[in-house]
């Protein structure tokens, strides 16, 4: 079954991470990541993704985010 995945605004990201009804993801390398961290983000760069899915949590949408969007549409589709 093909589910769509939405793309949101920062405004919406923003709305969404107010409350703890999303899992933020950051799939930018670690050293992105270190240099600009963005409070409450998890990393999981993306050519390690695939291989840490079991820590994904189930029971809340996954926002993916990177720092230009090429890694965060890969992201989404792992």
Known sequence: MMVA???ISVDELDDLLRGDGVHLLDVREEWEFRRRRVP????APLAQLAGRIAELPRDKPIAVICEHGHES???RSI
């Open 40 to 43: 409450g983000a998890v990393s």
């Open 5 to 7: 995945i939405p793309e």
């Open 73 to 75: 549409l890969a992201g």
